[in-house]
């Protein structure tokens, strides 16, 4: 094990697999943040910045599926699905999804603790990356890994719609993401054409990060076709 224990994030809503893995990781060194909502869970995953998340499939107030595509609009952290559902499409569908391996449950112990070594390995390849998602032209500055954002040296508090639409736009900087990509992406597939959402999230960020919607610095309109963030 590392001298700096990796952290890792567990959502699930079961108090009996909460505790389990709980004291398993911890017998293994890990730091553990447990959570028992997808909206706690992307709590801790924004402030705690674990290196690998285990998430279940079947929480009590958003599908696992949800988190982990909110999860990914802004991190690339390492994700281990748990479900009681076996079919392969399930799998199939969270892998696609996003997810980088699944267990189903009951798991042994040993079998997770394996899995969680192979995915910290990968994770660290990709920190660097991830943690690199930066963009700072001495007005405003974000950190998408961090999920920070100042304008003058000011901290701007955004909602979380709000940021993952920015750090989407941060992330495809200096290319046009279409309308329907942002609402697919942060609303889900459902909402694809539901622009009226999106235009009220661009209107409170140009607010909050006092971009003139006549003339934007940053949130540039491309008229029918989507939004663009100036490459840094």
Do not use: C
Not at 60 to 81: I, K, N, Y
Not at 84 to 103: C, P
């Amino acid at each position: 094990m590392n001298s700096i224990a990796p952290r890792v994030l567990v959502i699930d809503d079961e108090v009996q697999i909460r505790r389990f893995l709980d004291i398993g990781l911890r017998a293994e060194g890990y730091q553990v943040f447990l959570a028992g909502t997808g909206k706690e869970g992307l709590g801790l995953a924004a402030t705690q910045s674990p290196d690998v998340v285990i998430l279940d499939i079947g929480l009590p107030d958003m599908e696992g599926h949800e988190v982990l595509r909110e999860l990914r609009v802004w991190s690339q952290v390492p994700v281990l699905m748990l479900s009681v559902r076996d079919a392969e499409s399930e799998k199939v569908k969270a892998l696609d999804r996003g997810a980088n391996d699944y267990v189903t449950k009951p798991f042994g112990i040993q079998e997770l603790m394996a899995r969680l070594r192979v995915l910290l390995r990968t994770g660290a390849k990709g920190g660097e990356a991830e943690a690199s998602l930066r963009y700072d032209d001495g007005a405003l500055s974000i950190d998408v890994a961090r999920r920070e954002v100042f304008v003058d040296g000011q901290s701007v508090a955004l909602t979380r719609k709000e940021f993952a639409v920015l750090s989407l736009l941060v992330r495809h900087a200096g290319r046009v993401v279409g309308q329907q990509q942002i609402l697919r992406e942060v609303w889900g597939p459902t909402h694809a054409q539901d622009t009226h959402y999106l235009r009220i999230v661009m209107g409170k960020l140009r607010q909050k990060l006092g971009d003139d919607p006549s003339s934007p610095r940053w949130l540039k309109t491309e008229p029918g076709v989507g939004y663009r963030f100036p490459a840094s």
